[in-house]
């Protein structure tokens, strides 16, 4: 397990990837925007943004060590050159979630959801980081981020579908879908 990382994400006129759509899956929008710049590390973005979010790379919580073992076989790294398709999708989780043990919760995640099971069926086409920041104060819990080729699309789409209909997501009160795009890298 790598070191957390600190990831923020401003949005305004700057940045490698270019906001196609923002959605309101549930709860609150967040304002529109051109571009949005991913800084990875402590430095912070010094230009003006319309909305920054940050969240922190982490442990995993739910991961049993054989599905560890198959997600490392099988994901893909960022920045792949020809990932050109991004979303990023924060999320947060109601009170009834954060009450329940873990055991609790672990069981509606992937028992009964099928969460890692059905991310694996997309693996590698997108990859994938997961930031933590509910205990940043931050207005989300989770900033889900997730890179792929245009040839992946259709896939992302069936695989944010099928997580929607799952039992975990009964537990999500607010999320926002940005997908955004650029250029191949060379
Ligand atoms: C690319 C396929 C995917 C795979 C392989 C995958 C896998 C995982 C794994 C292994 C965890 C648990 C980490 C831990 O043990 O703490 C996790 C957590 C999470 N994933 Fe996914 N996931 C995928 C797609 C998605 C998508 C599309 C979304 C959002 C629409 C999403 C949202 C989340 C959230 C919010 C958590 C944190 C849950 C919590 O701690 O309550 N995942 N994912």
Redesign the pocket.
Known sequence: MSAPLLVTFAAGQKGLWKIDNIDAVRGDILPCAERLAVTEGSLQPHFPAVWFLRGVSSN????TEK?QTV?TAR?AGLHRPDATRAAL?P?R?TAA?WDLAQDR?RAI?EERSR??AI??D??PG?A?R?HHCRDLAEPFD?L?W?EYAPAHAAAFEE??RR??ETEEWEYVDREVDIRLSREELN
């Open positions: 995993l919580r739910y991961t599905e997600l994901q999708i999320i989780k979630w919760r995640f969460h890692i991310g694996m997309y693996l997108v994938r997961l989770f889900t997730f695989m944010v997580l929607r």
